[in-house]
């Protein structure tokens, strides 16, 4: 079982960068990919990011690349993504999830409580 806790929201401006953590307080990580969903009020969920625990691969939304980038800590037991030049249009609860990277939420076994990430002047 592993039990995943995010950190790092906030409200932040626009152009502004935030950093994102997960971190398992309980289970391993290494075991499983990383992925970054978000949801926004009156959304579907969307996948954002996922790092692959197999081979160290990448994935990016087309709406976040080269803007975030996300990146694992095995030794800490810990993920992060790192969002740059946030835009407004990037407000939203943020969570978590470990299992295999897809788009499809149901490849994901465990699932963060989300944080809230708020970009406005």
């Known amino acids: 079982q592993v039990q995943l806790v995010e950190s790092g929201g906030g409200l932040v401006q626009p152009g502004g960068s935030l950093r994102l953590s997960c971190t398992a307080s309980?289970?391993?990580?290494?075991?499983?990919?990383i992925a970054w969903f978000r949801q926004a009020p009156g959304k579907e969920r969307e996948g954002v990011s996922c790092?692959?625990?197999?081979?160290?691969?990448?994935y990016y939304a087309g709406s976040v690349k080269g803007r975030f980038t996300i990146y694992r800590d095995n030794a800490k037991n810990t993920g992060y993504l790192q969002m740059n030049s946030l835009k407004s249009e990037d407000t939203a609860v943020y969570y978590c999830?470990?299992?295999?990277?897809?788009?499809?939420?149901?490849?994901?076994?465990?699932w963060g409580q989300g944080t809230q990430v708020n970009v406005s002047s």
């Open positions: 309980a289970g391993t990580l290494a075991y499983y990919s």
């Open positions: 999830a470990a299992g295999i990277c897809s788009s499809r939420i149901d490849y994901y076994d465990y």
């Open positions: 790092t692959s625990n197999s081979d160290g691969t990448t």
